[in-house]
């Protein structure tokens, strides 16, 4: 695999998908294939600590807000 296959998660899958020099950098469609998965995990993943991080900025759902809410 090439250098060219680490891309930072910030760059969106679609343009990867979109750029033919992205492909042509592939020794193989495996490698390419690979590349595109991983990449989508790791913008999954990114936005999985988004979400967390939002979250734990909220009140708790589990009805511990304080006294007299009924």
Not at 28 to 44: F, N, P
């Amino acid at each position: 695999m090439t250098k060219q296959s680490t891309n930072p998660p910030e760059r969106p899958l679609r343009d990867l998908i979109a750029d033919d020099s992205y492909v042509m950098a592939f020794q193989t469609v495996g490698h390419y294939r690979t590349a595109l998965l991983q990449h989508a995990d790791a913008l999954a993943a990114r936005q999985a600590d988004v979400v967390k991080a939002k979250l734990n900025c909220v009140a708790p759902l589990d009805g511990a807000q304080g006294e007299g809410n009924e």
